[in-house]
């Protein structure tokens, strides 16, 4: 099964509830937690390990040959996402906007925008015991996070196949990013706070997995927080709630050390056996 937890906003526990989710499954099951959040990957922190793999990982960008260019301007029309533009006699190939779709290289007439790569990103392979943990790194200055998790999840399908169980750390929000790492995902896990910002933002990521017609759950993170306008919420729409983590100061004081919870703090062990005890009624 793969399983991507993601959160309408950051800072609602999503990384922490993935980092021990998969700690404590790996005591029964081969499992293995992908870190996508590329831009600004985390779990490290609290998983540590040794490392077993480093790939760098590249993209393919056109790049403009002057000499073979006749000017027609159709690679322009073809790009949607704007990243070619004609200046006059020039061919402005801008990198930041392309998606890599090779349609531009592919239909040149000419052959005058072959694709070159360039770098992308890192994906690291870590073991703690007997969970696999890989974390994907994107370049500074890069603006694009999906390609990098595309490839991160070619990553997983490549060399965890046989594993039990595949987590997926999704980007926060409900952006292209966050979309990427969730839309191969067999079922999708919301975390959620009591909070007006927490339950605006859970509306927002419902939307989007609904539109991409995956079946999800929420966790509420932090309950006892907050006012009632969440649970109204929930059971107006009919959304399940797998787990409740309790607003407890220890478990502030343990993440802020970058500490795991599940081994300290008994109702984050009842949370995550909860979950993990629905997950097996899926498969």
Not at 160 to 184: N, W, Y
Not at 251 to 272: H, M, N, P, T
């Amino acid at each position: 099964m793969r399983l991507a937890i993601a959160s309408g906003k950051g800072g609602t526990g999503k990384t922490t509830l993935a980092v021990n989710l998969a700690l404590k499954a790996s005591g029964t099951m081969k499992t293995v937690l992908a870190d996508l959040d590329v831009e600004e990957p985390n779990g490290s922190i609290f998983i540590g390990g040794e490392t077993v793999d480093e790939k760098q990982v590249y993209r393919y960008t056109p790049a403009w040959n002057q000499k073979s260019c006749s000017l027609c301007g159709k690679c322009t029309s073809w790009c949607a996402y704007n990243a070619l533009i004609k200046l006059g006699e020039i061919i402005l190939v801008m990198p930041n906007l392309c998606h890599s779709c090779y349609a531009c290289s592919e239909l040149c007439p000419d052959g005058a925008l072959p694709m070159e790569a360039s770098p992308l990103g890192t994906i690291r392979h870590f073991s703690r015991g007997k969970l696999d943990f890989t974390e994907s790194k994107l370049n500074i200055g890069l603006e694009q996070a999906a390609p990098l998790i595309k490839q991160s999840l070619n990553y997983l399908d490549e060399n965890f196949k046989d594993h039990d169980l595949q987590i997926l750390d999704s980007p926060p929000g409900t952006a292209c990013s966050m979309m990427e790492a969730v839309r191969s995902a067999d079922y999708v896990i919301l975390v959620t706070e009591p909070t007006p910002f927490g339950l605006h933002d859970l509306k927002l990521a419902v939307e989007t997995v609904r539109q991409l017609e995956l079946p999800f759950a929420v966790v509420i993170n932090r309950d006892g927080i907050g006012n009632d306008e969440l649970d109204r919420y929930l059971k107006a729409e009919e959304i399940a709630v797998w787990a409740r983590i309790p607003h407890q100061r220890e478990i502030a004081e343990l993440y802020s050390r970058g500490e795991i919870l599940f081994d300290k703090v008994a109702a984050v062990d009842d949370a995550l056996s909860d979950i993990l005890q629905r997950l097996e009624g899926l498969s």
